[in-house]
Structure formats: structure tokens, C-alpha cells
């Protein structure tokens, strides 16, 4: 039997891209102690993004793994917001900080092919809302979820960025009339 278009499998059907791509920050094994024994659930801790300025933290325990997984994925399609960002660059429009807990975040712009230059949960979060060029600087707790949650605290901070356009220029522009001088 030959193969439809070069494909395998599911009879050439294309699989489409979800809405937001995720990435896993933390996953850890929570224990309760119980009268019997310890019981053992999963904590995860996602971050979402669509890379065109939506991104969301979310955290959720369940009894396995791709339970925890998710909920998480529902918490943080909760906790979505939206950062305007500078078309041209690609970045943030000024700088800010945020503090959630110990956990201090600050954010600088980059300028243009600079990159992202920033470590662990600020990487991950900045990446996937898609940011280009950004500047970080992880300050206190080191708590991946806490420094995900500050990042996310400071780009609600943002300030819309100030968009030029040419009626915008020509109402800044002073215009200077003559006026003859009566002798």
C-alpha cells in the first residue's frame, strides 16, 4: 500500500497547532501526611504563551502527573494577560520592577539583536509572551514559581507603549506664521 503525500500515519491528516505553546517549570512530588502512611500527590508549575503578547502562570497538584499537568494548564489560562508590545523591537517599553513575596524582578528593554538575557522562570515567561530583547535581573528568592509570578506581576506594571503616527507629529510640530511688522 503506498503512502498518501510523503506522510505517515493517521491517513495524511495534518495536526494542527494548539493555541498556546507551554513549558514546564516545576514539577515536584507533595507529600500529606495521613493516621496510615504519607500520601503522595504531584505539584506542577506551567507557564503559557501564544509569543505575540499573552502569557500565563499557572500552578496545580493532582493525584498523577498529567492530572497536575492539566490543571495547571486550565489555572494558568485563568491567570492569561496581555503586554502590549513595541511592534519594531519586540520588546518591553521601559523599564519596571516587581516584588511578589522575597522574590524581586527587574526588567529592562533591550536594544534591537541584544536578545534575551535572562536566567529560569524570567527566561521562560519572557520567551513565551515574545519578547526579543529584554534585560533581567532576578533579585532575593530564587523560587522559580514566586520569580514567574513577580515577572508577570511587573509586565502588568507596563504602560501601554507611545505610538507615532503622522497625525500625532504634525499636531507636536509648532507652525511659525510671518507677521509683517506695522511701521
Same mark, same amino acid.
Given at each position: 500500500?503506498?503512502?498518501?503525500?510523503?506522510? +505517515?500515519?493517521?491517513?495524511?491528516?495534518?495536526?494542527?497547532?494548539?493555541?498556546?505553546?507551554?513549558?514546564?517549570?516545576?514539577?515536584?512530588?507533595?507529600?500529606?501526611?495521613?493516621?496510615?502512611?504519607?500520601?503522595?500527590?504531584?505539584?506542577?508549575?506551567?507557564?503559557?504563551?501564544?509569543?505575540?503578547? *499573552?502569557?500565563?502562570?499557572?500552578?496545580?497538584?493532582?493525584?498523577?502527573?498529567?492530572?497536575?499537568?492539566?490543571?495547571?494548564?486550565?489555572?494558568?489560562?485563568?491567570?492569561?494577560?496581555?503586554?502590549?508590545?513595541?511592534?519594531?523591537?519586540?520588546?518591553?517599553?521601559?523599564?519596571?520592577?516587581?516584588?511578589?513575596?522575597?522574590? *524581586?524582578?527587574?526588567?529592562?528593554?533591550?536594544?534591537?539583536?541584544?536578545?534575551?538575557?535572562?536566567?529560569?522562570?524570567?527566561?521562560?515567561?519572557?520567551?513565551? /509572551?515574545?519578547?526579543?530583547?529584554?534585560?533581567?535581573?532576578? /533579585?532575593?528568592?530564587?523560587?522559580?514559581?514566586?520569580?514567574?509570578?513577580?515577572?508577570?506581576?511587573?509586565?502588568?506594571?507596563?504602560?501601554?507603549? +507611545?505610538? *507615532?503616527?503622522?497625525?500625532?507629529?504634525?499636531?507636536?510640530?509648532?507652525?511659525?506664521?510671518?507677521?509683517?511688522?506695522?511701521?
Amino acid at each position: 500500500m503506498a503512502k498518501q503525500d510523503g506522510r +505517515k500515519g493517521k491517513g495524511g491528516m495534518r495536526r494542527e497547532r494548539p493555541e498556546f505553546e507551554q513549558k514546564m517549570l516545576d514539577l515536584r512530588r507533595v507529600t500529606r501526611v495521613v493516621k496510615g502512611g504519607r500520601r503522595f500527590r504531584f505539584r506542577a508549575t506551567l507557564i503559557i504563551g501564544n509569543r505575540k503578547g *499573552k502569557v500565563g502562570v499557572g500552578v496545580s497538584k493532582g493525584s498523577d502527573v498529567s492530572d497536575a499537568i492539566q490543571k495547571a494548564y486550565n489555572d494558568a489560562k485563568k491567570n492569561m494577560i496581555t503586554v502590549t508590545l513595541d511592534p519594531e523591537t519586540m520588546t518591553i517599553p521601559h523599564a519596571v520592577n516587581a516584588k511578589l513575596g522575597s522574590a *524581586k524582578v527587574l526588567l529592562k528593554p533591550g536594544f534591537k539583536g541584544q536578545g534575551v538575557i535572562a536566567g529560569g522562570a524570567v527566561r521562560a515567561v519572557v520567551d513565551l /509572551l515574545g519578547v526579543k530583547d529584554i534585560v533581567s535581573k532576578s /533579585l532575593g528568592a530564587s523560587n522559580p514559581l514566586n520569580v514567574a509570578r513577580a515577572t508577570v506581576k511587573a509586565l502588568e506594571g507596563l504602560k501601554a507603549p +507611545k505610538v *507615532k503616527t503622522a497625525v500625532a507629529a504634525a499636531e507636536t510640530t509648532p507652525v511659525v506664521a510671518a507677521v509683517p511688522v506695522a511701521k
